[in-house]
């Protein structure tokens, strides 16, 4: 005698084939997409673009250039990061018509990272104080999301009604603290490797 499933067998039958099927799809999606970027972590390529001033003065602008590549002078030699040399950036700042003011814009900066096929771009910026000297802050920027990984600033003496100058000893205090950041952002980099990536799906009703 042939028995017939009754119409609650049907629906839970159907509603097991369902979850069956999208455990199945979900396994086969974190098998195929085990981290959430795909990318070698090391060695990281690094970019120093030129650091800008909030006094929009032309020795001031010409001064946070020659402080970003005496810190990368200063830096390239004890870390393992590959840095893009000045004359690359340079070069790929004259065939994307940057100029140093065009750097005050972040979208500037991270266009050309990306040109010089950078992981990540340091990017400075020195502000007046309300009373004495200025301020400059450091990031430490994730070219593959635009997003930033690690931040610093520190005290930088001097005049705050005259153009930007710097000492060796402003170098060396920024060269340290450059060094923390960037260890930061590699162990953001490393924590975020391997993460796991689900896709959205749809799913229709089964009945």
Known sequence: MLIMPSLIQTHVLKRSYLVIRFSSVLFCLVTVFPSCNGRAIEPLRAALSDFTSDDNLYRSFAAAGNFAAALQEDISGQTKIQWVERQELEKAAKELNLSPLSFMNTAASLQLGKWVKANLL????????????????????DLERADVLAEKSLPIAGAKDKPLAFTQEDLKKAGESLKEALTEAQSRLKKAEGQHVVAPLFFTNAD
């Open 122 to 141: 340091i990017m400075g910026h020195f502000t007046r104080n309300a009373k004495e000297g200025r301020t400059l802050q450091m990031e430490v920027v």
